[in-house]
């Protein structure tokens, strides 16, 4: 009996699988080619639709466009992500908002009584950071599937990025991602990845 090759097995035809994972990096440098509203709104309508528990979706973005914008938060980034930080096409800042639960009555409406319980929910922002760190990976798929490459960078000053650009509160810092073409210099050498036998036990 011949094996079956794991890419066989999957719905995505080879092409799709390698744009959105095999062949697909994590970007160091962009082209000056612009990323656009259009780009972002296509890649929101399409990951809003990964599972968020409740279907909170407690993932909120801030577009850094403007030059003064960028100028605010590169000192807030770690020294090694300041350069490209500042010249990347766009840089988004993901948060994990923790009054999600205000949205409970349009998203969960089968559960009338959500969001006042939800409000007085003591793990209420642990809920919104670990569901929003989930939708940062459906992100980074979604900037893929634009065909664009994703940065996404957790070493910055998050406590100054909150005072400086959300000081209303309620938001916790969980990435910034810069996003664009990839530039001929974008690529560090690709590390290993894990075996199935290293990851996956059967009991």
């Known amino acids: 009996m011949t094996?079956?090759?794991?890419?066989?097995?999957?719905?995505?035809?080879?092409?799709?699988?390698?744009l959105l994972f095999r062949e697909a990096r994590t970007a160091n440098a962009f082209t000056d080619e612009p990323v656009s509203d259009?780009?972002?709104?296509?890649?929101?309508?399409?990951?809003?639709?990964g599972p968020t528990a409740m279907n909170t979706q407690p993932l909120r973005l801030l577009a850094v466009r403007s030059p003064e914008a960028r100028e605010r938060l590169v000192p807030l980034m770690n020294e090694g992500n300041r350069a490209k930080t500042a010249t990347a096409p766009l840089v988004?800042?993901?948060?994990?908002?923790?009054?999600?639960h205000e949205h409970l009555p349009t998203v969960f409406p089968h559960?009338?009584?959500?969001?006042?319980?939800?409000?007085?929910?003591?793990?209420?922002?642990?809920?919104?950071?670990?569901?929003a760190s989930i939708q940062l990976g459906y992100l980074i798929v979604g900037i893929r599937a634009a065909g664009l490459a994703a940065g996404p960078m957790s070493g910055f000053d998050a406590e100054g990025i909150?005072?400086?650009?959300?000081?209303?509160?309620?938001?916790?810092?969980?990435?910034v991602v810069n996003?664009?073409?990839?530039g001929p210099d974008a690529w560090l050498p690709r590390n290993p990845r894990l075996d199935y036998d290293q990851v996956v036990t059967t009991i």
């Open 179 to 182: 996003i664009g073409r990839p």
């Open 92 to 100: 988004l800042v993901v948060t994990a908002d923790s009054g999600f």
């Open 3 to 18: 094996a079956t090759a794991p890419e066989d097995v999957l719905a995505l035809d080879p092409a799709t699988q390698d």
């Open 38 to 49: 259009a780009q972002v709104r296509a890649i929101h309508e399409l990951v809003k639709w």
């Open 162 to 175: 909150k005072k400086e650009f959300l000081p209303d509160g309620g938001q916790d810092v969980v990435a």
């Open 111 to 131: 559960k009338p009584d959500a969001r006042e319980q939800m409000a007085a929910n003591p793990g209420r922002a642990a809920m919104a950071r670990f569901n």
